[in-house]
């Protein structure tokens, strides 16, 4: 997965650089990335991230954002963008949407040419990319409206979208003769806006027989899973934004 989110965000950003018409200094006649022990030397390119590390979305953005930076130095290691290594410039709005638009500004502030977004709110953002002219990726988006109109100049999604899923699940679950499923899903906002987007796909192809919510911190969730199995499901959808939650629902379900 490293090698290909690198080789993905080193053709993104030199695509980025072509489309706004930046050169890259230094960069007539270089050869492209790919050599292994070839580190970048020239001008950096500044990328930024919107990265929020400190609100409940931080079970799933952290791990995204430590991929991000182990790619981008691999990428750099092998040649960077023709021959310019990625400088990665951070912020954190803490998914608040009230601090997206400024994170963004401070990011292009600090010159960033390119923006990843991996946080849970940056659908706000898209006036100020859009007036800044800045090409953005929303890394962790699986709901589409970050690349949508109004103002998707600048604006493009990396993750599949929410209503692949669904697809993706009932073709799993019809192969392998699933016909009600129990979930079980943590507490969070974010959790609950997936939940009612997805739920309604799913249930052309199966019945959902039950629903059972816990906090997304607790050490326990022994009650929800006896429930969940008095509805004798033939399988449960853990649905919530990593961490232990879902290691504690594997080892009660068994």
Known sequence: RRGWLAAAIGGTVLL?????????????GASSAGKPGTKATGTPIIVGEDWDS?????????????????????????????????QLVIANDESDPTKTPAVTQQLAS????????????????KPIIEKLGIPSIGVTDVIPTFAVAPDNS???????????WASVYCGAW???????IGVLRDDSTTTASLDNILFPALRKCVKIVDV??????????????ARLKSHNPN??????LGGSFEILAQERDR
């Open 154 to 164: 600048y604006t493009y999604l990396l993750s599949s979208p929410l209503s692949d």
């Open 212 to 225: 059972e919510t816990a906090s997304g911190t607790t050490s326990d969730v022994t009650a929800q899973v």
């Open 110 to 125: 600090e010159g960033a040419q390119f923006i990843l977004f991996n946080t849970g709110t940056d659908a706000t953002a």
């Open 174 to 180: 019809k192969k392998t003769g699933v016909k009600t």
């Open 54 to 86: 400190t609100s409940a979305s931080a079970a799933f953005t952290d791990v995204t954002g430590k991929t991000l930076q182990l790619a981008i130095n691999q990428l750099n290691n092998t040649g960077g963008v023709l021959g310019h290594p990625i």
């Open 235 to 240: 399988a449960v959808l853990v649905a919530d």
């Open 16 to 28: 980025a650089t072509v489309v706004v018409g930046g050169a890259l200094p230094g960069s007539a």
